[in-house]
């Protein structure tokens, strides 16, 4: 159950009075203003609104990327605004599995060493690392693609290799920014039918920015995200 | 070694880049090899000059001789154990340049004051038994195919005339740096067949002391012992005359260190601009690897080993050309041996891993500065 009103307890993520600001120049930018957000563990959220809203900010704060100027942010009863640079750098590689829209692969490694980054960072054994990534690239279609370059694959595939990399280590919840964004209408649905899969079939948590409502109707909630503070959709 | 497919495949991103890259280091250590190779020709008689001998020329000049009555005068010294002569005897073999020492010197002393250079007994004692028989380095024989038995042919330039000798023996260094290019001769055989106006005077005098430390003491006493003569002396340790004869051909040290520092200082500018560059254009891919979970260090540390990777790919390989360089230049400058140390093939990559390191370093930090966020934003 998704909540936006700071009143629940226990949820797997909470955020209580989130604050972002910037400084551009003399001018201070308020991106988030007092934010509560509640998702529990196996919710699929949606993030709309316009350009310039606010929610890629969220998602870098909620993904540890960036620290808020205000509000706590607690996932899984760790309080991540309190941590250093450095231990929210591990965090990440335990909890947190990214999708860019641009998939973000790197050109040089094979799908199988993308994939296969996250894990590099774990102690699993060579052969242990060898099974998590042929099972997850199984899991996203690809089986027959492990040795292939980002360069060699379609967009789609590109975006299924992000996918795969994205849950490979097994993270807390999944970040999702416009992940259908740069893909032709086949392959976005594609990628939602496995996004869904990964929600419905192996439970797991994602939050998602998408301008495509299309893809926004498959999460269980919707919320709009206008001038800093988010309203749920009707 | 988890790491090394994500490191080896950012080098093989920009091929020719990375190939000219470790090209450059390659020319660079090559050079520096063949400087050190250089360095190695022209300081070889300081670096393996004997600690306990002393050297005793005629005070004017080298070119001045000393009387052959000095000898035994100075085996009466306090402190001398041994002495043995040579003269300069510069001949030409059927070429100008084909240039290599000769010395008349005093067959009895001289393999005892030089043990560094190995003669099997059966070869010396045929040498001694013959008036014209001569002692050939192994450099020079190889050169010209000398071997025991043959008959050699020098046109004599200070001694004028043709003078015969037979091969009858062949030295090698023990040392990495001995000079295998010499070519002895009998004094008696030059005394005997020689001009009157050398009869009875020697080129030089080497002296071995009883204790290296006493050797300043000793080679005071020696000068002394001439002072006032109508031939005095000057007597050097081993080292400092050898020091002295290669600074008559200018300070070749600093003009070395000169080459070899602007060569290193441009290999720094170039591996720096290009790691530069390869940061600058993998930004969103660092940042990636930040978001999955590699930390700041771990980002430093890899654009680091890049750097030292591509200097050790180059460096080795051009401390290896260099080693097989050498030889060649030891053909084509007859009358010099030239070698890789085994200090400057250290000091080669020591200098190839500081220079890889210290290229990468600025990239390095930039990269592990770069903010995610700021760095996503950019894609």
Redesign the interface.
């Given at each position: 159950m998704v909540r936006v009103d700071g009143t629940s307890n226990g949820s797997l993520i909470q955020v209580r009075k989130l604050d972002k600001r910037y400084q551009r120049g003399s001018e201070e930018i308020h991106v988030l203003q007092g934010l509560n957000l509640d998702v529990e563990a196996g919710d699929f959220v949606a993030f709309m609104g316009p350009s310039g809203s606010g929610k890629t900010t969220l998602l870098n704060l909620l993904g540890g990327l960036d620290v808020p100027s205000a509000g706590t942010i607690t996932v899984a009863g760790d309080e991540i605004s309190a941590l250093s640079a450095q231990k929210l750098t591990a965090w990440r590689a335990r909890h947190v599995g990214f999708i860019f829209q641009m998939y973000n692969l790197i050109p040089v490694l094979t799908a199988f060493q993308n994939v296969e980054l996250p894990l590099l960072l774990t102690k699993l054994s060579r052969a242990e690392r060898r099974r998590h990534v042929e099972t997850v690239l199984e899991l996203v279609g690809l089986a027959d693609r492990m040795q292939h370059y980002p360069r060699q694959l379609s967009g789609g595939q590109e975006q299924r290799v992000a996918i795969a990399r994205a849950i490979v280590a097994d993270p807390t919840f999944l970040l999702a920014d416009e992940p259908t964004g740069d893909l032709d209408r086949r392959s976005a649905d594609e990628i939602m039918e496995l996004i869904d899969r990964l929600v419905n079939e192996h439970n797991k948590t994602v939050l998602m920015v998408t301008h495509d409502p299309r893809a926004a109707e498959r999460a269980h909630a919707v919320l709009h995200l206008d001038k800093g503070v988010l309203i749920e959709a009707a | 070694m988890?790491?090394f497919?994500?490191l080896w495949?950012?080098l093989?991103?920009k091929k020719i880049r990375t190939t000219l890259t470790i090209g450059s280091f390659l020319i660079a250590l090559m050079l520096f090899g063949v400087l050190a190779a250089v360095h190695a020709a022209f300081y070889q008689g300081i670096e393996v000059a004997g600690a306990d001998r002393l050297v005793v020329i005629n005070r004017v000049s080298l070119i001045q001789p000393l009387p052959l009555s000095y000898r035994e005068r100075l085996l009466q010294l306090p402190g001398v154990k041994e002495v043995t002569h040579a003269s300069w005897f510069g001949g030409v073999y059927q070429d100008e340049r084909n240039f290599f020492p000769q010395f008349a010197i005093e067959t009895e002393s001289y393999r005892r004051m030089f043990p560094e250079f190995a003669i099997s007994d059966g070869q010396w004692k045929a040498f001694e038994g013959d008036l014209q028989g001569c002692v050939v380095g192994a450099a020079t024989a190889r050169r010209y195919g000398f071997k025991p038995g043959d008959r050699i042919p020098i046109k004599g330039t200070i001694f004028q005339g043709m003078w015969e000798f037979n091969v009858r023996a062949i030295y090698t260094g023990t040392r990495q740096g001995d000079d295998e290019t010499q070519f002895w001769f009998h004094k008696k055989y030059l005394e005997e067949n020689g001009p009157d106006f050398f009869k009875g005077l020697v080129g030089w005098y080497t002296v071995r002391v009883g204790n290296p430390d006493q050797a300043g003491a000793v080679g005071k006493a020696i000068d002394a012992r001439f002072a006032n003569s109508s031939n005095e002396t000057k007597t050097e340790p081993e080292r400092a005359f050898a020091a002295a004869f290669v600074k008559q051909m200018g300070n070749i040290e600093l003009l070395l260190l000169t080459i070899g520092g602007v060569v290193f200082f441009t290999l720094l500018l170039v591996t720096g601009n290009t790691m530069a560059t390869s940061v600058r254009e993998r930004t969103?891919?660092l940042a990636?690897?930040?978001?999955?979970?590699?930390?700041?260090r771990f980002v430093l540390g890899l654009v680091l080993a890049e750097s030292l990777l591509i200097a050790l790919q180059g460096g080795l390989l051009g401390v290896l050309a260099a080693v097989g360089i050498a030889p060649g230049l030891s053909q084509a400058m007859p009358g010099m041996t030239f070698y890789l140390p085994t200090s400057s093939l250290v000091l080669g990559v020591v200098l190839t891993v500081l220079v890889g390191l210290a290229a990468g370093l600025v990239p390095a930090w930039s990269a592990m500065r770069l903010r995610?966020?700021d760095a996503?934003r950019r894609?």
């Open positions: - | 988890k790491y497919a994500l495949a950012n093989k991103r969103a891919e990636v690897l930040k978001t999955v979970g590699y930390s700041d995610v966020v996503l894609v």
